[in-house]
């Protein structure tokens, strides 16, 4: 056993762990708390037995190179005592494993359920609790996982709780991709005792005086040091600690846990075929442009889909998905969550800061440095006049993606820091910054082309000091560039706001066999609006209801519109929203809104072509069902259910629903809409 590797990891008593539990028929109490067995984890234990489900269903999103079920002695010895403790946990991992999971992930899931009370207890002495490596995504299950730091230290812990020098979150920096250099560990000791005593002392502060930032002197001071630059072991707790979230972490440590809950249920989607953007035009397929994992792009798309959903009325935000993106890179998945619902507490309070939520707001904002531009760089807007060039074309993609399509991430770090504590404004301080920088090889440029061109090229390559993107602007404060604002509104008028598309997670009434959350959730994208705060629900089911035409026709007589689904022998998935009730009819009935699906290669969907002048829509007569006509069929089945083909037809231009044009079903499911 020595030679195998066990008994090297000694307690107190100077018993080995592996003869504490083979050795020792009744080890200590203290033993016991060693390995964290305690009457309450017992209880605890007792009452996780009674959920089968939570280790059937955990979500385990990442695996481990290695073999080893237990990633310390002490793990492995905890769990062995667990199971004479708790025979129900005995009878549990013998029923589950490994039929139905792995012992791998049993354990996993129940050192992740046990987090919370067990914290750091469990690792090896050999081991520094800072290589300890957390899994690449968060499960709803464990609040703990979701965070990078312990909220929970004693007060005279302080400058350990405030700045944890763990990594980022292994779902953030992709090494694959990255040319950027983001050292975690560097945490100079002069800056880290001036951040100390700033984020207590802000932290300390009552909510009021957190607020009144204009003569708050700690908030001021803290904006001298953020100008000054923050080094990347201390950024996320930083960030963290101005906006507030990490004491909102201490008083709601589970609302990202129940926001969860609330939009998923118990099962966390680890795809997501339909994402809201809030009218930003990112790219969720750019690895380039975030650096981040193939994880980190579901933690982003995760954090958008929760904010649509408990946000209804939130539409257009489009620096929303980049500021998520950034921040990822520094903090973890809650404590982004926890900074994003006290930014948007501020907006519903109508105390607006980060977020311009209308084309108004973006309107005014370009006119605001417009009247800077004219005040204080003249020479540049004369010159801006002459050539005919609107600062839109560039201005309006700086602020929307916080600039990470302009500068090099060093520099949109820098503007991030300010951006979080003083809001959108810093960003038209940088981009005025970044004129008066360039603005002698500007007025070189005779034509808008030539303009634009060397404004982005210039921008690209800048390579100062970043200071001058964050600090006060000459003869520019903080309240006359509030007046410059206020101002520029009476400038703006008829604006015509852009409806970006509404983003609404269905509440599935009845399960699909066929359809899981991601498909319904793609699906709703592509409904009329006016569709898509209806629920759906189950009305036929061929397996269940039988494969035959005309009980389909009789089950959805009456249901209008309709979402037809169905699966083929190939695990094709396609379909079509129908306007009219399926009742058996000699011509094709429906209106422009009906559209048909595929799911087969990548989600998409074909639309009414109106310059067709074609409206076969659908037919449901009594010996088979077409769907899509006029030199083809886009769906067709037989009175069986049974058979099918699918090709081009003119009503909808479409592709074939899948690569082979013959099909045979495996399935077919109707839903209906609730009123």
Request: hydrophobic fraction near 40%; glycine fraction near 4%.
């Amino acid at each position: 056993l020595e030679m195998l590797g066990f008994g090297r990891n000694r307690v107190g008593s100077g018993k080995t762990w592996w003869q504490i539990f083979t050795l020792s028929n009744s080890p200590t109490n203290e033993e016991l708390e060693q390995l964290g067995i305690t009457k309450e984890i017992i209880e605890f234990a007792q009452s996780l037995c009674l959920h089968p489900d939570t280790f059937q269903n955990f979500p385990h999103l990442y695996d481990l190179e290695d073999d080893e079920i237990f990633s310390s002695k002490k793990q492995e010895t905890h769990a062995y005592i667990m199971r004479q403790k708790v025979p129900a946990l005995d009878s549990l991992l013998k029923n589950l494993c490994p039929s139905k999971i792995s012992e791998k992930n049993f354990w996993r899931a129940y050192f992740m359920l046990m987090q919370n009370k067990l914290g750091n207890i469990l690792i090896d002495d050999v081991k520094e609790k800072n290589e300890v490596e957390l899994p690449a995504l968060p499960s709803i299950f464990s609040r703990m996982f979701l965070e990078r730091r312990s909220l929970s230290d004693s007060e005279n812990t302080q400058t350990e709780r405030i700045f944890n020098t763990k990594d980022a979150p292994i779902w953030a920096t992709n090494p694959n991709l990255s040319t950027r250099v983001i050292d975690f560990k560097d945490i100079r000791s002069a800056e880290k005792e001036i951040w100390d005593q700033l984020l207590v002392e802000h932290e300390n502060q009552s909510e009021v005086q957190r607020l009144t930032m204009i003569d708050n002197r700690i908030y001021l001071r803290i904006k001298e040091q953020l100008r000054s630059g923050v080094c990347d072991g201390l950024r996320g707790r930083v960030w963290t600690s101005i906006t507030g979230a990490t004491r909102r972490l201490k008083e709601f440590p589970e609302n990202y846990a129940d926001s969860l809950q609330k939009v998923f249920g118990n099962h966390t989607p680890k795809t997501f075929c339909a994402v809201p953007t809030f009218g930003s035009p990112i790219e969720f397929t750019n690895a380039n442009r975030y650096q981040l994992t193939l994880d980190g792009w579901r933690v982003v798309k995760r954090l958008l889909v929760t904010v649509a959903v408990q946000h209804e009325m939130l539409r257009y935000a489009p620096v929303l998905p980049d500021f998520i993106a950034i921040t990822l890179h520094f903090i973890t998945e809650i404590e982004c969550w926890s900074m994003l619902q006290l930014m948007l507490r501020r907006l519903e309070q109508g105390r607006n800061t980060y977020f311009s939520t209308s084309c108004k707001s973006t309107a005014i904002t370009m006119a605001t440095l417009k009247t800077l531009i004219s005040r204080f760089l003249p020479n540049l807007h004369e010159h801006l006049k002459s050539l005919q060039v609107d600062i839109t074309i560039f201005a309006t993609s700086w602020f929307n993606s916080l600039f990470t399509l302009a500068l090099d991430f060093k520099y949109v770090l820098r503007i991030v820091d300010a951006y979080i504590l003083q809001g959108e404004r810093v960003l038209v301080r940088a981009g005025l910054a970044l004129l008066q920088y360039f603005e002698d090889q500007l007025l070189t440029c005779d034509t808008q082309q030539d303009f634009i061109l060397k404004l982005n090229t210039l921008v690209q390559s800048f390579n100062a000091d970043a200071g001058i993107l964050t600090r006060p602007f000459p003869f520019i404060s903080y309240k006359e560039l509030l007046e410059f604002e206020k101002a520029s509104q009476y400038l703006i008028t008829n604006v015509k706001e852009v409806e970006p598309n509404i983003y609404y997670h269905p509440d599935i009434l009845t399960s699909s066999t066929i359809f899981t959350t991601e498909h319904f959730n793609q699906a709703w994208e592509w409904l009329p609006p006016r569709y898509r705060i209806r629920e759906p629900y189950l009305v036929f089911n061929a397996a269940k209801d039988g494969f035959n035409l005309k009980t389909l026709y009789l089950k959805c007589e009456n249901i209008s519109p309709s979402i037809l689904i169905l699966k083929t022998k190939s695990n094709s998935i396609f379909g079509a929203f129908l306007s009219h009730p399926l009742r058996p009819c000699d011509t094709f009935i429906g209106n422009g809104e009906c559209f048909i699906f595929t799911f087969d290669s990548q989600p998409k969907a074909f639309h009414w072509n109106q310059y067709s002048n074609k409206e076969f829509f659908f037919n449901p007569a009594s010996r088979s069902l077409t769907i899509g006509g006029g030199q083809g069929t886009a769906i067709w089945l037989d009175d069986e259910l049974l058979h099918g083909k699918t090709t081009w037809c003119q009503t909808f231009n479409n592709e074939p629903l899948q690569s082979n044009s013959d099909f045979e079903c495996v399935t077919i499911e109707v839903f209906g809409l609730t009123d």
